[in-house]
């Protein structure tokens, strides 16, 4: 097999980006942007013990009274709110699907749409998957949320690469017969509508919004790739367009095709942002 090709390097060196994007986010025309888990928050076994690090939570405080500041995740906005719980920060949900607003989760028009018209529950879907995943090893946690199903495996003991190939096979059968999409990230596969909204979408709807001259957004997994990618194409109106990988045990190497540079780890994501809020 040949060797995965060596990681792109940061276009310029985290020092001279901060340098460069730091007169934008005193001029609040900075849009920075960043997944939860793996990139904000270390990842842990127990996705219920997830903690935002607190270099980073004081950090986006600081930077959010300054310049737009948004928080990205594939969790329902509501858990997101308590794990994230920064003044300030816009927090989207569910890969883009809904927004914290007023202390309330409020789903996009088009999510309210599909479920209208869906013709199926998710208590059908739960048990369809509960069939799919009968005979799997202790560990494997599934897990409803507001607007998809998650089969975690990250809890199996030992190699879990053919029960991910053989969950996928299942659920893809599950996806089909109810109509909605099966997106797969770092050891957990998940059901979806079949809605074209991903992180990529989330982030160019805050772009339209915000219209900054400076944008940084840093993930960590798949789901993050699409934002990743509409960065590193570059918009009119950005001056700079950093799109980040933040590597752990399991970094999809298509995470570090899509990026324009790689920060090995949530803590050096986290000390990029304090520098760039001092
Ligand atoms: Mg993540």
Redesign the pocket.
């Known amino acids: 097999m040949p060797p995965p090709p060596p990681p792109p390097r940061l276009r310029e060196a985290p020092a001279e980006l901060v340098a460069r994007l730091r007169p934008m986010v005193e001029a609040g025309r900075c849009l920075i942007a960043s997944?939860?888990?793996?990139?904000l928050a270390p990842i842990v076994t127990d996705p219920s013990r997830s903690a935002l690090l607190p270099t980073a939570r004081r950090a986006l405080e600081q930077l959010a009274s300054r310049t737009p500041v948004a928080v990205v995740s594939g969790r329902h906005a509501a858990i997101l709110a308590d794990l994230c719980p920064v003044p300030g920060v816009i927090l989207i949900g569910s890969f883009g699907l809904e927004r914290w607003v007023d202390g309330a989760a409020r789903p996009v028009p088009r999510a309210t749409a599909w479920l209208d018209r869906w013709g199926h529950s998710w208590d059908e879907v739960v048990a369809a998957v509960e069939r799919a995943a009968r005979g799997s090893p202790p560990g494997v946690r599934i897990v409803r949320k507001p607007w998809s199903i998650a089969v975690h495996c990250r809890q199996v003991a030992g190699a879990r690469a053919a029960l991910e190939r053989r969950l996928a096979a299942e659920l893809r059968l599950v996806a089909r017969r109810f109509d909605l999409r099966l997106t797969r990230g770092r050891l957990v596969l998940e059901l979806l509508p079949p809605l074209r909204c991903t992180k990529g979408t989330a982030l160019a709807s805050l772009l339209a919004t915000t219209r900054p001259e400076g944008c940084v957004f840093a993930?960590?997994?798949r789901g993050?790739i699409p934002a990743l990618r509409l960065l590193a194409r570059g918009r009119p109106g950005l001056v700079i367009a950093a799109a980040l990988a933040v590597t752990g045990p399991e970094t999809p190497p298509a995470l570090l095709r899509a990026a324009t540079g790689v920060l090995a780890g949530p803590g050096v994501w986290a000390a990029l942002l304090a520098e760039l809020a001092a």
Not at 35 to 39: A, I, S
Request: aromatic content about 12%.
């Open positions: 997944d939860f888990d793996g990139t993930g960590d997994d993050d």
